[in-house]
């Protein structure tokens, strides 16, 4: 029986080690996402952060700020969601699909 959970140990420690490994890896990824054609755009990093954002000149408009938020919501959203998913997707190769809460 000793040996068993001495088994269960060790391979709770190799994921642990694998899912690190892969926390990393995602920290250097990124991923982008456009609203309004492209006129604003949003980087995000594998871990869920703003790297960048983009608004061209032509989208400015003073009389019209309420639509940009909008478009600046919208792609930075659309950027966030695509980030969780590809967290998902390479934990899920970790976990083999296991949902462990706290993990992401």
Same mark, same amino acid.
């Not at 250097?28 to 609203?35: C, G, I, K, S």
């Given at each position: ?42 980087? $995000?990093? &594998?871990? /869920?952060? =703003?790297?960048? #954002? ?39 190769? $970790?976990? &083999?699909? /296991?949902? =462990?809460?706290? #993990?992401?």
């Amino acid at each position: 029986m000793a040996k068993g959970i001495g088994n269960i140990m060790k391979q709770a420690q190799q994921m642990q080690q694998r899912i690190a490994r892969v926390q990393q890896e995602l920290e250097q990824r990124e991923v982008e996402a456009a609203a309004g054609g492209g006129m604003v755009t949003a980087v $995000v990093s &594998g871990k /869920m952060q =703003l790297i960048s #954002l983009n608004i061209e000149k032509d989208v400015v408009d003073p009389e019209d700020v309420e639509m940009l938020q909008d478009l600046i919501s919208a792609a930075v959203n659309e950027a966030l969601k695509k980030s969780q998913e590809m967290m998902q997707q390479e934990m899920g190769k $970790v976990t &083999g699909g /296991m949902n =462990l809460p706290g #993990l992401f």
